[in-house]
């Protein structure tokens, strides 16, 4: 067994916006896993609120390059990494590496009949006047998803209502509001057909939510990384936005769905940009979501060879098994 880490950067095609962060390309980690004729690769963003970059991803990989080289299990290399773009970017490869040696799929091995998703497409934050220009641009896309702040998030609301009143829109605040300014802004969301407002506070400050009643389900997403933020907080949300880079790969977004379905929450499988390699491992979690994010592809310049195909509508079809899987 050899493993290959690569720092491999894709840039966006246009800069992307989000409360207190922009964005010029997405700085991914891919591993290659090579055992003889079989291949495995997965690709790993991070998380830039925790200060992830390339460099420690990569460094993190190295760390345990002997140990996965020996053959360290799946189950295994989930206590040598943290939850992170590092253990992501291994997880998945491992996991492409486990189909292609038993000449499967991963639908066989997980014993899932895989169905296309319809992603949202992302409007990163602007003008009112430019918000509404993308949503226009984006009418090939039924579900969007709008990046907003605590600066006048309702007038950008209006204005992409206006330009597509027919699509289905979901709001990320990336813990931009405060529970003054949720209370607030939640009725005009609700007049405004919003479909779920997804991570309101910053994390850390759920407990504000004790006892609200919002008017337009609440989805966490920074606030649960893991299963451990899912004990602490599930109470205060609706919708739980799991990700393969917050919580380490789709090993542990499987143990995320089974807990959330216990208890009966809705999902959302969403992403931290990256290319369809990102992608791909992430369409196995969104097979159980009411809510679909998967289109950093989208987002970049230009895509890998042989990405995912994303179609009218934002209907994306099942990962060719060359790619993963």
């Not at 067994?1 to 992307?16: A, G, N």
């Not at 998380?47 to 799946?74: D, K, P």
């Not at 290319?275 to 679909?292: H, I």
Request: net charge negative; charged share 25%.
């Amino acid at each position: 067994m050899k493993l290959h880490v690569e720092p491999v950067s894709f840039p966006l095609e246009r800069p992307f916006v989000i409360t207190g962060y922009r964005f010029d390309s997405a700085d991914t980690v891919q591993v290659r896993l090579q055992d003889g004729e079989f291949r495995g690769r997965g690709e790993g963003m991070g998380m830039y609120y925790h200060n992830e970059t390339q460099q420690s991803m990569a460094s993190q990989l190295e760390q345990v390059a002997s140990a996965v080289e020996a053959g360290a299990s799946r189950e295994a290399v989930q206590d040598l990494l943290p939850a992170g773009g590092a253990l992501n970017a291994l997880d998945c490869a491992l996991w492409d590496l486990e189909a292609k040696r038993a000449c499967t799929s991963v639908w066989e091995l997980l014993n899932l009949r895989p169905k296309p998703l319809t992603t949202v497409c992302t409007i990163g934050i602007d003008t009112p006047e430019a918000m509404a220009e993308l949503a226009r641009q984006y009418r090939r896309y039924s579900n969007l998803k709008i990046k907003l702040s605590d600066d006048a998030p309702i007038e950008r609301l209006e204005a992409i209502r206006k330009a597509r009143p027919d699509a289905v829109l979901v709001i990320d605040v990336n813990q931009g509001w405060s529970i003054e300014q949720l209370r607030e802004y939640a009725p005009a969301a609700k007049r405004l057909g919003i479909a779920m407002i997804e991570q309101p506070l910053k994390r850390g400050e759920d407990e504000a939510l004790e006892g609200y009643v919002s008017p337009v389900p609440l989805g966490a997403d920074e606030s649960c990384l893991d299963a451990e933020d899912y004990a602490r907080v599930a109470r205060y949300y609706s919708v739980i936005n799991i990700k393969l880079d917050k919580c380490g790969g789709l090993t542990q977004a499987l143990k995320l769905v089974q807990l959330a379905q216990q208890d009966s929450k809705a999902l959302m499988v969403g992403n931290m940009t990256g290319s369809s390699l990102s992608m791909a491992p992430a369409f196995v979690v969104g097979q159980f979501c009411q809510f679909v994010d998967i289109d950093g592809a989208l987002l970049l310049a230009q895509d890998i060879d042989g990405g995912l195909d994303y179609g009218e509508g934002g209907v994306v079809g099942v990962p060719s098994p060359s790619l993963w899987g």
